[in-house]
Structures are given as structure tokens and as C-alpha cells.
T-cell receptor
Framework: QKEVEQNSGPLSVPEGAIASLNCTYSDRGSQSFFWYRQYSGKSPELIMSIYSNGDKEDGRFTAQLNKASQYVSLLIRDSQPSDSATYLCAVRAGGTSYGKLTFGQGTILTVHP | GAGVSQSPSNKVTEKGKDVELRCDPISGHTALYWYRQSLGQGLEFLIYFQGNSAPDKSGLPSDRFSAERTGGSVSTLTIQRTQQEDSAVYLC?????????????FGPGTRLLVL
């Protein structure tokens, strides 16, 4: 079992729709969770971070965390073609607030006009 | 302010040669990370430096890989006797653990191709 797994995709949604990206993790002691966006040929950039159970909203993005189910998701509302990218789920294991991240394989999102 | 910088941006080398990749973190960031991203693969952790502590080398794939960080700032990742499977994008990230939950900021990467 991979430590961090994402829905394999690719995911294609029409412009204006909600895109839902999912991630599960195996280390129950994980405390910090991140969503990065990576455009083709570019480096990852942080979109959202979440540490507590529940929802965290930032503009069109909402991260959801359920530690009991070891599940974290990212919702993108009113999807735009510029949102087309690979989305990476990352988890920091253990109880520290710093240290290495373990990444999922990524989900390719395409938003078509 | 300036972000994480890496050099070279691209490197083509022959199998068996040694290569050095450089990372210059964000000023003031005490933590520095190296990751590798192979074609179609996710990001793979290689090594982590935090201040003067011993580095976490648990992700280095073989003893051909080594890294150092001089003066708590610039880091160099060295790959000896390169193999074709070393071809990947090598990403450096830095962070400031002074925040409660530190965020890692990535550089543009070095694209390494071993022929």
C-alpha cells in the first residue's frame, strides 16, 4: 500500500463546474496536509494547507480533512481553464510541525471551456 | 523577495560521470529539502537539512548520492557515476520552521538527463 494515494484521474470537468480531488494516507499519526498545484514543466506551488478536521476555505478552494478516515480532499469551485494542472497531495508524517513531505502520484485536472 | 533558486536549470551528462546540482534557499530559511521527480512519478524525498542538526538522509537511493550544506545556506547535491535511471527533475525546497506549521517553497528544479 502506498503511503499517500490520490484518485488516479485524469479528471476532466467543464468550465464553471466543481472539481473534486481525493487523497488517502496510511500513517494515522500524520498531522499536516498540503495540496500543491504543478503546471507542466513547472515546480509545485502550495494551494492549501490543513491541520484540523473539517473544512478550510480559501477563495474558490476548499480543503477537507477527516483524520478518522485518513482522507483529505480538495474542492475547486467555478473551475477555470487556468486550473488545468496536476494536483499533488502531500502529507507530513508524525507529530512534528516540520520535516519531509510524502507526496501522492498526483491527479491531472483538465478544465475544458 | 527572491525565491528558491537552483542551477543549472538543465544538465545533460554521460553515464558514469559525476554531477553537482546547486540550491540557494530563500534568505532566512533554515530548513532545506531535496526531492526528485521522475517522469510519471510523484515527488520522492531525498534529504533534509535543518540548521546545524544532522541531516535526514533516509531518502537517498544509493551511496552514489550525497549532499552538503555550507554555512547553513547553499546546498549541493552530488550524484557520482550517474546512471540512466538518475534522469529526473531534482527539486529543492526551503522553509522556516519558526512558523508553527512550516510551508515548503520549491525552486524551479534542475532537469537531469543521463545518456
Amino acid at each position: 500500500q502506498k503511503e499517500v494515494e490520490q484518485n488516479s484521474g485524469p479528471l476532466s470537468v467543464p468550465e464553471g463546474a466543481i472539481a473534486s480531488l481525493n487523497c488517502t494516507y496510511s500513517d494515522r499519526g500524520s498531522q499536516s496536509f498540503f495540496w500543491y498545484r504543478q503546471y507542466s514543466g513547472k515546480s509545485p506551488e502550495l494551494i492549501m494547507s490543513i491541520y484540523s478536521n473539517g473544512d478550510k476555505e480559501d477563495g474558490r478552494f476548499t480543503a477537507q480533512l477527516n483524520k478518522a478516515s485518513q482522507y483529505v480532499s480538495l474542492l475547486i469551485r467555478d473551475s477555470q481553464p487556468s486550473d488545468s494542472a496536476t494536483y499533488l497531495c502531500a502529507v507530513r508524517a508524525g507529530g512534528t510541525s516540520y520535516g519531509k513531505l510524502t507526496f501522492g502520484q498526483g491527479t491531472i485536472l483538465t478544465v475544458h471551456p | 523577495g527572491a525565491g528558491v533558486s537552483q542551477s543549472p536549470s538543465n544538465k545533460v551528462t554521460e553515464k558514469g560521470k559525476d554531477v553537482e546540482l546547486r540550491c540557494d534557499p530563500i534568505s532566512g530559511h533554515t530548513a532545506l529539502y531535496w526531492y526528485r521527480q521522475s517522469l510519471g512519478q510523484g515527488l520522492e524525498f531525498l534529504i533534509y537539512f535543518q540548521g546545524n542538526s544532522a541531516p535526514d538522509k533516509s531518502g537517498l537511493p544509493s551511496d552514489r548520492f550525497s549532499a552538503e550544506r555550507t554555512g547553513g545556506s547553499v546546498s549541493t547535491l552530488t550524484i557520482q557515476r550517474t546512471q540512466q535511471e538518475d534522469s529526473a527533475v531534482y527539486l529543492c525546497a526551503s522553509s522556516s520552521p519558526r512558523t508553527v506549521q512550516e510551508t515548503q517553497y520549491f525552486g524551479p528544479g534542475t532537469r537531469l538527463l543521463v545518456l
